[in-house]
Protein backbone atom coordinates (compact mmCIF):
# COMPACT_ATOMS: atom_id res chain seq x y z
CA UNK A 1 0.00 0.00 0.00
CA UNK A 2 2.08 2.88 -1.46
CA UNK A 3 0.26 6.31 -0.35
CA UNK A 4 2.82 8.48 -2.35
CA UNK A 5 1.29 9.61 -6.02
CA UNK A 6 3.65 8.89 -8.77
CA UNK A 7 6.27 11.48 -9.07
CA UNK A 8 7.59 11.85 -12.56
CA UNK A 9 11.46 12.78 -12.57
CA UNK A 10 12.40 15.33 -15.52
CA UNK A 11 14.19 18.80 -15.04
CA UNK A 12 11.99 21.64 -13.93
CA UNK A 13 11.83 24.40 -17.06
CA UNK A 14 11.25 27.92 -17.51
CA UNK A 15 7.48 26.81 -18.09
CA UNK A 16 7.08 25.19 -15.26
CA UNK A 17 8.39 27.92 -13.20
CA UNK A 18 6.63 30.87 -14.82
CA UNK A 19 3.16 28.47 -14.62
CA UNK A 20 4.14 28.66 -10.82
CA UNK A 21 4.88 31.95 -10.41
CA UNK A 22 1.60 32.81 -12.19
CA UNK A 23 -0.38 30.77 -10.39
CA UNK A 24 0.72 32.64 -6.91
CA UNK A 25 0.85 35.68 -8.38
CA UNK A 26 -3.32 35.07 -9.69
CA UNK A 27 -3.46 34.09 -5.84
CA UNK A 28 -2.13 37.28 -4.35
CA UNK A 29 -4.20 39.29 -6.50
CA UNK A 30 -7.64 38.02 -5.78
CA UNK A 31 -6.53 38.05 -1.85
CA UNK A 32 -5.51 41.83 -2.28
CA UNK A 33 -8.64 42.33 -4.61
CA UNK A 34 -11.10 41.32 -1.65
CA UNK A 35 -8.84 42.74 0.83
CA UNK A 36 -9.52 46.13 -0.49
CA UNK A 37 -12.78 46.16 -1.09
CA UNK A 38 -13.48 44.64 2.70
CA UNK A 39 -11.47 47.84 3.61
CA UNK A 40 -13.27 50.37 1.74
CA UNK A 41 -16.39 49.22 3.40
CA UNK A 42 -15.01 49.29 6.84
CA UNK A 43 -13.42 52.61 6.39
CA UNK A 44 -16.79 53.74 4.85
CA UNK A 45 -18.85 52.44 7.85
CA UNK A 46 -16.28 54.13 10.57
CA UNK A 47 -16.41 57.84 8.55
CA UNK A 48 -20.28 57.43 9.08
CA UNK A 49 -20.25 56.53 12.67
CA UNK A 50 -17.36 59.25 13.55
CA UNK A 51 -19.70 61.69 11.43
CA UNK A 52 -22.76 60.72 13.36
CA UNK A 53 -21.01 60.74 16.70
CA UNK A 54 -19.92 63.92 16.36
CA UNK A 55 -23.14 65.43 15.12
CA UNK A 56 -25.03 63.82 18.63
CA UNK A 57 -22.27 65.56 20.50
CA UNK A 58 -22.79 68.71 19.00
CA UNK A 59 -26.47 68.69 19.29
CA UNK A 60 -26.00 67.91 22.94
CA UNK A 61 -23.41 70.33 23.37
CA UNK A 62 -25.64 73.04 21.45
CA UNK A 63 -28.38 72.36 23.98
CA UNK A 64 -26.74 72.66 27.23
CA UNK A 65 -25.08 75.96 26.29
CA UNK A 66 -28.38 77.25 24.78
CA UNK A 67 -29.38 80.87 26.06
CA UNK A 68 -33.09 81.99 26.47
CA UNK A 69 -33.72 85.55 25.37
CA UNK A 70 -36.76 86.82 26.70
CA UNK A 71 -38.21 89.90 25.18
CA UNK A 72 -40.65 92.32 26.49
CA UNK A 73 -42.45 94.97 24.65
CA UNK A 74 -43.02 98.00 27.77
Do not use: C, Y
Amino acid sequence: MNAQPHIEHRPIGRNDIEAKIRELHGGVEDTAQSATSTLVTVGAVVAVGVIAVAFLLGRRKGKKRTTVVEVRRL
